[in-house]
Nanobody, 126 residues
Framework: QLQLVESGGGLVQPGGSLRLSCAAS????????VGWFRQVPGKEREGVAC????????NYADSVKGRFTISRDNAKNTMYLQMNSLKPEDTAVYYC???????????????????WGQGTQVTVSS
């Protein structure tokens, strides 16, 4: 059974950087589209970034374009989210997820989610 575990969250000042990791176990992610999502209390979870199985396609929310970069290392069964120029509005719990399908949607919504991580808190504050 596929399990995902996020790490790398924390407290950072505005303008700073963080790198989130999502390690998979129990199954390979090699053939799956994967993505990062975030949620703040009282709001719906939103897609932040996603990447197809081959890494050919990446999509980003408009709010993070040019600041965040999603990547994956299929050999390590891990995906990453490099977050630069962080803003207070980036504060949220960040989740990773894997889709049944190898492709990704423009909004990064999961077509058929196989697994979600437990989330990692990112707080951007001075």
């Amino acid at each position: 059974q596929l399990q995902l575990v996020e790490s790398g969250g924390g407290l950072v000042q505005p303008g700073g950087s963080l790198r989130l990791s999502c390690a998979a176990s129990g199954a390979t992610l090699e053939y799956n589209g994967v993505g990062w999502f975030r949620q703040v209390p009282g709001k719906e979870r939103e897609g932040v970034a996603c990447i197809s199985s081959s890494s050919i396609t990446t999509n980003y929310a408009d709010s993070v374009k040019g600041r965040f970069t999603i990547s994956r290392d299929n050999a390590k069964n891990t995906m990453y989210l490099q977050m630069n120029s962080l803003k207070p509005e980036d504060t949220a719990v960040y989740y990773c997820a894997a889709d049944y399908y190898s492709t990704v949607q423009g909004t990064c919504a999961m077509t058929a989610a196989l697994a979600w991580g437990q989330g990692t808190q990112v707080t951007v504050s001075s």
